[in-house]
């Protein structure tokens, strides 16, 4: 009983290490919207597609730049979808089982199945975040390959403004929930170390969230830096 007891208590730390991560951010994004570097980013694409829609002859640039960004969502998509599908492959013996008619799935109920149902979650979240993203994306590159002081495109300008920042919002959200199976999976494997995946995906969420400003000797300046 207390080795459950301790198995329940590392799955419930393992989620609840990343959800108390979230909610400390939505809270600095509220207080101080430009800390953060999805708010940041969100304004960057605002300011991208207001300052190419004033550019003629960028027509053709800037279709090739959604279309990047539309193929970056389309594998997080693609990548999602095979996890979901092998995830839900090994779990389906155990959940026909679990949820099988007459039997109370609260009874048969596991921290192991618990997690794999998270698991499978997390993959859909990824999978449709980043499937709604590929849409924006490309009504995006409609709008943006009419020709720019043309009357369609100024009148498409606040659409197309609205589809890129909701693009990369959701582009955003499904590569998180994508790097959420990592700790899952971990809980899986060893309950106990759950936690401590957990603390790593903060480290690496919180190195994400963070804007990187001219003056910031961060990892990734330094190494563009020693590229030159």
Not at 63 to 90: E, H, K, W
Not at 135 to 150: D, E, K, L, T, W
């Amino acid at each position: 009983m207390g080795d459950e007891l301790l198995v329940w208590l590392a799955s419930a730390a393992t989620i609840l290490i990343v959800v108390l991560y979230e909610v400390i951010q939505r809270w600095r994004h509220q207080d101080r919207p430009g800390v953060l570097a999805r708010s940041a980013h969100a304004g960057l694409r605002e300011d991208w597609f207001r300052s190419i829609s004033d550019q003629a002859g960028s027509e053709i640039i800037a279709v090739q730049t959604l279309r990047n960004s539309m193929m970056t969502a389309t594998l997080t998509a693609t990548t999602a979808t095979l996890g979901l599908m092998g995830s839900v492959t090994l779990a389906a013996s155990q959940l026909h089982v679990t949820f099988a008619p007459g039997t109370s799935p609260w009874a048969a109920m596991s921290p192991r199945l618990v997690m794999e149902l998270l698991l499978m979650s997390a993959l859909f979240t990824a999978l449709a975040c980043s499937t709604i993203a590929v849409r924006y994306f490309n009504h995006a590159s409609f709008i943006c390959a009419m020709p720019v002081g043309s009357q369609a495109r100024q009148q498409w300008l606040p659409v197309g403004i609205a589809h890129v920042r909701q693009a990369g919002v959701l582009y955003s959200w499904g590569l998180r929930a994508l790097l959420m199976v990592a700790p899952l999976v971990v809980s899986i494997v060893h309950p106990l170390l759950g936690p401590l995946a957990s603390l790593g995906l903060v480290l690496v969420l919180f190195n994400m969230d963070r804007v990187h400003h001219h003056d910031d000797p961060s990892p990734v300046k330094l190494a563009s830096g020693s590229r030159g």
